[in-house]
T-cell receptor, first 113, second 110 residues
Framework: EAQVTQNPRYLITVTGKKLTVTCSQN?????MSWYRQDPGLGLRQIYY???????DKGDVPEGYKVSRKEKRNFPLILESPSPNQTSLYFC????????????FGSGTRLTVV | QKEVEQNSGPLSVPEGAIASLNCTYS??????FFWYRQYSGKSPELIMS????GDKEDGRFTAQLNKASQYVSLLIRDSQPSDSATYLC??????????FGGGTRLMVKP
């Protein structure tokens, strides 16, 4: 089944404790992206990647890191999480052509206390 | 001005009626437009894409695009309670990012 897989689905952590949210897709997509969704603010792009070893900042990259060492994986790293990073996070992927929208993962609900 | 504007709603329609959702965008260079449906706590699901001016129909859904006026709309015919969700419009901006509107919450009442 074609899908984007994120893990974990739920995570509660403490301020300052480094964490990684994994994302993997099995559709051989070139584009991958991370979004966060907050009430009243909608979906905001954190980082995106057009291919292996190519990443770019989105609208809200502060406090996040990403890497794209393999085509299928695009992990999101929070080096020192803070409470304002409490949010619902989505990973998404697409083919390289802008004619297609993204396919989203199931989401990761992160709480930083 | 936001890149994508949607009325946040809620838009309430009775079961069986036509629901009309609207979206305006600022980037005249945009070529690809999308409608996503998102149930509460779930991920967005792509339901329609449209690239040319005019209408595109898929089952009970019709997307309408008017590039001159910079708006895109989604009509849902014979609305069902299961259509109750938040509908997000999106497009690729000049920076090649898929940009989303804030979404319109639709409530279909039995």
């Amino acid at each position: 089944e074609a899908q984007v897989t994120q893990n974990p689905r739920y995570l509660i952590t403490v301020t300052g404790k480094k964490l990684t949210v994994t994302c993997s897709q099995n559709m051989n997509h070139e584009y991958m992206s991370w979004y966060r969704q907050d009430p009243g603010l909608g979906l905001r792009q954190i980082y995106y990647s057009m291919n292996v070893e190519v990443t770019d900042k989105g609208d809200v990259p502060e406090g996040y890191k990403v890497s794209r060492k393999e085509k299928r994986n695009f992990p999101l790293i929070l080096e020192s999480p803070s409470p304002n990073q409490t949010s619902l996070y989505f990973c998404a992927s697409s083919t390289s052509q802008n004619s297609y929208g993204y396919t989203f993962g199931s989401g990761t609900r992160l709480t930083v206390v | 001005q936001k890149e994508v504007e949607q009325n946040s709603g809620p838009l309430s329609v009775p079961e069986g009626a036509i629901a009309s959702l609207n979206c305006t965008y600022s980037d005249r260079g945009s070529q690809s437009f999308f409608w996503y449906r998102q149930y509460s706590g779930k991920s967005p699901e792509l339901i329609m894409s449209i690239y040319s001016n005019g209408d595109k129909e898929d089952g009970r859904f019709t997307a309408q695009l008017n590039k001159a006026s910079q708006y895109v709309s989604l009509l849902i015919r014979d609305s069902q309670p299961s259509d109750s969700a938040t509908y997000l419009c999106a497009f690729y901006n000049a920076g090649n990012m898929l940009t989303f509107g804030g979404g319109t919450r639709l409530m279909v009442k039995p």
